[in-house]
C-alpha cells in the first residue's frame, strides 16, 4: 500500500511490506494485505476504510490498523467496494450484495439492503428485496439519495432509490453504438465509475466514457 | 437529466487487457480523473481534452520501488 503525495507525486511505501501478502492487523508496516480493494476516507474522522476479506480501518495518526467487527467474510466473498453512507456509517459491496455497516454501534454488522449471495441478472424496476446483481465493482452516490452502481457482470449501470427502495437500469446497454444517446449507447466491461456535477465517468474495457446527466 | 455519452479516453489497445483494472477518482484539482491502476503506473485524464499522462511508474514494468 503506496502513499502519493501530490504536487511531487512522490510515491513511499505506507502499510504492509512489498511482495508479502496476509491479512494481519497491526501497524502501518506490520498490517498484511492480499489484493485491498476500494478505499474511502472520511474527511470528518480523516479515518480511511478499506475493502477486501474483511473491511479495515486505518488510523491515519495512530498508524494502526484493524478489521472492524463482524465485518471478515466467509471463504469465497470479498467486499469489493466501500464508500460513506450520507446518512452515517458505510454502505459496503460484497460482488453479489449491496450492505450497510453503522458505525455508530459496537456490535454493528453488516445489514443487506438489496441482492443476495446469489448473483443474477438485471431486472427494471426491481425491489431492493428482489434485485439481483452480478459483481458490484463501484458505486458512488450522484444524490444523497441516489446510488448509482456499477454491475460488471451484467454490463449495466443501476440505480437505487434509497427513498422508494427500487432498483432501476440507468441505461440499456449494448444495441447502438459506443457514441450515442444514452437509450442506445453501448458499454463493454464496465468496472468503475466517478462523477461530477455534470458528468458520470465510467471505465470500460479500454475506454473511459462519460455520461452527462446535469442540465 | 441523462444525455448523450461519449469516449473521453481510448485506451492503447495493447493496454486494453491492463485498463481493465482502471480505477477512476475525481483528482483534488477536479480538473482530471485520477487513474491508479492501469498496469503498473498511476496517472491522470484530462477531463477536458481526454489526454492521459503519467505521473508516476512505468505502464509496461511493475515492480516495487519508491521515489519521486
Known amino acids: ?215 | 437529466m441523462l444525455g448523450n455519452v461519449t469516449t473521453l479516453y481510448q485506451a492503447d489497445p495493447d493496454l486494453a487487457n491492463a485498463s481493465k483494472y482502471l480505477v477512476l477518482k475525481q483528482h483534488e484539482s477536479d480538473t482530471s480523473l485520477l487513474v491508479p491502476g492501469t498496469s503498473s503506473a498511476l496517472g491522470v485524464i484530462s477531463k477536458k481534452t481526454g489526454v492521459f499522462t503519467i505521473v508516476a511508474g512505468n505502464i509496461t514494468a511493475s515492480g516495487y520501488k519508491e521515489g519521486a
Not at chain 1, 503525495?5 to 492487523?25: F, M, V
Not at chain 1, 449471495?117 to 458505486?139: K, P, Q, R, V
Request: charged share 20%.
Open chain 1, 1 to 215: 500500500m503506496g502513499l502519493v503525495s501530490y504536487g511531487t507525486w512522490k510515491i513511499e511505501l505506507y502499510a504492509g511490506e512489498c511482495g508479502i501478502n496476509g491479512t494481519a492487523d497491526g501497524a502501518l508496516k506490520e498490517a498484511r494485505f492480499t489484493f485491498p480493494g476500494h478505499m474511502v476516507r472520511d474527511p470528518v474522522t480523516e479515518l480511511i476504510y478499506l475493502a477486501g476479506k474483511c473491511l479495515r480501518k486505518i488510523h491515519q495518526w495512530s498508524k494502526r490498523i484493524n478489521a472492524l467487527p463482524n465485518t471478515c467474510l466467509k471463504d469465497g466473498l470479498v467486499h469489493t467496494g466501500v464508500l460513506i453512507d450520507p446518512t452515517g456509517g458505510l454502505v459496503v459491496l460484497q460482488k453479489t450484495q449491496v450492505l450497510k455497516y453503522d458505525l455508530s454501534s459496537n456490535n454493528a454488522t453488516l445489514e443487506v439492503v438489496a441482492g443476495n449471495e446469489t448473483n443474477g441478472a438485471a431486472c427494471e424496476n426491481c425491489t431492493f428485496i428482489d434485485a439481483l446483481f452480478d459483481w458490484l465493482s463501484d458505486a458512488k452516490y450522484i444524490l444523497p439519495t441516489i446510488l448509482l452502481l456499477v454491475d460488471t457482470e451484467n454490463n449495466q449501470l443501476r440505480l437505487m432509490n434509497m427513498t422508494s427502495e427500487i432498483v432501476t437500469a440507468l441505461m440499456s446497454v449494448g444495441q447502438g453504438s459506443v457514441n450515442d444517446n444514452y437509450k442506445r449507447a453501448k458499454l463493454l466491461n464496465t468496472h468503475c465509475l466517478t462523477a461530477d456535477e455534470t458528468y458520470i465517468y465510467v471505465g470500460e474495457l479500454g475506454p473511459i466514457t462519460k455520461i452527462s446527466y446535469a442540465g
